[in-house]
Each structure stands twice: as C-alpha cells, then as structure tokens.
C-alpha cells in the first residue's frame, strides 16, 4: 500500500514541500505519495484526526496552523515545545509527535557558511514566527551575542524575555540595529520586506555593514532581495532562503524515514520551480 505523507496549510497552493518530497520518492524508489491540503482554521482538528485515521507516516504544518496545531497532537519535541509552533509531525502506531526543523534548518543550512557559531555576534532582524524559531535555535548553540531588530521592538523584547537558552541578547528598532551593524558577524532577515510587490524594499540600511559579515535572507523568492544584492555590493557574503527551505524539508524526511536525503538534488529542484539555475 502507498505510505502517504501531507502538508497541511491555508493557502496551501504555492507550497513547493510536494514536489521536493514526491521526487525524493521516486529517488529512494519508495511506494510513497505527498498531497498538499487546504484546512480552514476550524477544521484542523479534524484534518488532524483524518490523517491519524488514514495511518499518514508524516506530515508538514504550514501558515497558519503552526501553533494551532499543537493541541491535537500527542507529544510535542522539547525544541518545538518552547518555540510554541510544529512544522513536522510523525505518526508512531497512532502517537502523533510534533517536531520544529524550521530553525534547525536554518542553522543546518549555515554549515556551508561558518564553521564556528559560538563564535558570533548575530543580528535577526524580525520577532515573528520564524525568527523565533531561529532564534531559540541558535541561542541553544552558545553564540557570543544575538541581538534582534524588529518594527514593534515589544515583539522582540517578548522573545528574549520567552527564550528558555541563556543568551546575551538587545531588542533594537531597525535604526539601532542600523547604527550598530558593524558589530555583527551574521545577520539575519526575517522579515517579509523584500518579497513581491516590495522587492525593491529592505528592512534596515547597511551603510555601516561589516564587510567579512555573512547576511542572510530566509526569503528565496525572490532569490536575491534588496538586502542580498545591497550587502553584496557592498563586499558582504550571502545567503537567501533555500538551504533553510530545503533543510527544514530534509530534516523534516530524516524524523518520517531515518534517512537524511539527498540535499543538493533538493537544492536543485526547488531552484529549478522557482525558475532559478
Ligand atoms: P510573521 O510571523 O508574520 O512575522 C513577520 C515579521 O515581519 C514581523 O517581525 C513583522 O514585524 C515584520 N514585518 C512585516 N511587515 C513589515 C514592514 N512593513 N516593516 C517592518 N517589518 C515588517 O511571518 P513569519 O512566519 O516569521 O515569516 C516571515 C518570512 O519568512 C516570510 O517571508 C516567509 O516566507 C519566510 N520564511 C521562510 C522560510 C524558509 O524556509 N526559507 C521558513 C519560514 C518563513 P512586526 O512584529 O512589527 O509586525
């Protein structure tokens, strides 16, 4: 019988997870399928229970059902648990077990970046559902400082006061993260500013950028945002978001089947939907 796996979000159209996954299907010659589903807010909870019934292996949990969903699960993984979202689930005989690889893929998607976290000053510019995310995650990893900026600084104040790691750790508004950006090794855009129709936008100037920082983007369309190109012109190394896509997804394939996928074949088809190289 075909295992089947899904991903539950609302719009849930654009999501790029099906063909990441069913082509991981096909490679591993797996007799498996990835559906994407619409669920209505009030609906999830049947959604949920559906998937449990169908004997679902696994599934992904999108906008925005990332934190409603927590309720209707059975056991919740200690990181996505202080997060307080779950992007993954794993069916274990009926059990259902709520993951987070949004921020582990992030930091996973680092490697090929920096080799020694806990050696950095960081900056995350945005307090919303991702940053938090990545924030936890890389507080857990010991860096020397990780700063966020955020339009609504009380958002940022709230995840620094919420983040059960110990981190040094300033709420800025975007002009202070502005005015001190020379300090940051890594900074990282969380934000949605950047993406259509505001490609032209970015959240803070990098006038005082650090030229041996690394800036990332978690936005991959488009793939280079104003930020990318700007600190690139200005001598900056870059990152955009799909080594934080495709890792998520591939830590997400590691918790449903033991196996860590094949990352660069992932890389490559997702790059190939968004009409990139
Ligand atoms: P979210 O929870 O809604 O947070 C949005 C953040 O953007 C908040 O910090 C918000 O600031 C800020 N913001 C929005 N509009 C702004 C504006 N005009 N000026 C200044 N700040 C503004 O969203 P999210 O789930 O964290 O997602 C954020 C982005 O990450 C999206 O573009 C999403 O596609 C991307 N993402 C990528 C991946 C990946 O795998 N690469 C994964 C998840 C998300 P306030 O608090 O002041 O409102």
Not at 64 to 73: E, G, R
Request: charged share 20%; hydrophobic share 40%.
């Amino acid at each position: 019988m075909k295992k089947l796996f899904a991903v539950l979000g609302n719009p849930i159209g654009h999501s790029m997870s099906p063909v990441m996954h069913n082509d991981l299907f096909s490679l591993y010659n797996m007799n498996a399928v990835y559906l994407p589903f619409q669920v209505k807010e009030e609906e999830l909870k049947e959604a949920v229970n559906g998937l449990r019934a169908l004997g679902a292996v696994g599934f992904n949990v999108t906008v925005p059902h990332k934190s409603t969903i927590m309720p209707f699960l059975d056991e919740i993984d200690e990181l996505a648990a202080s997060i307080g979202a779950v992007n993954t689930v794993v069916n274990q005989n009926g059990k259902l077990i709520g993951y987070n690889t949004d921020g582990l893929g992030f930091l996973k998607g680092l490697d090929e970046y920096v080799t020694k976290i806990e050696d950095h000053k960081i900056l995350v510019i945005g307090a919303g559902g991702a940053a938090r995310a990545i924030y936890f995650t890389l507080a857990k990893e010991n860096p020397v400082q990780i700063d966020i900026a955020n339009r609504t600084v009380e958002k940022a104040v709230e995840l620094i006061t919420e983040c059960p790691y110990s981190i040094t750790s300033r709420a800025l508004t975007l002009e202070e993260a502005g005015n001190y950006l020379g300090e940051y090794d890594l900074i990282i855009q969380t934000t949605m500013i950047g993406m259509e129709p505001n490609t032209e936008e970015q959240p803070i100037s990098l006038e005082n950028i650090n030229k041996q920082a690394l800036v990332c983007d978690i936005i991959y369309n488009p793939l280079e945002t104003s930020i990318l190109r700007d600190a690139k012109e200005r001598g900056a190394a870059v990152q955009n978001g799909i080594n934080m896509f495709v890792y998520q997804g591939a830590l997400a394939f590691e918790i449903w089947t033991g196996r860590l996928p094949d990352i660069q074949r992932m890389k490559e088809n997702v790059l190939r939907q968004l009409g990139g190289k």
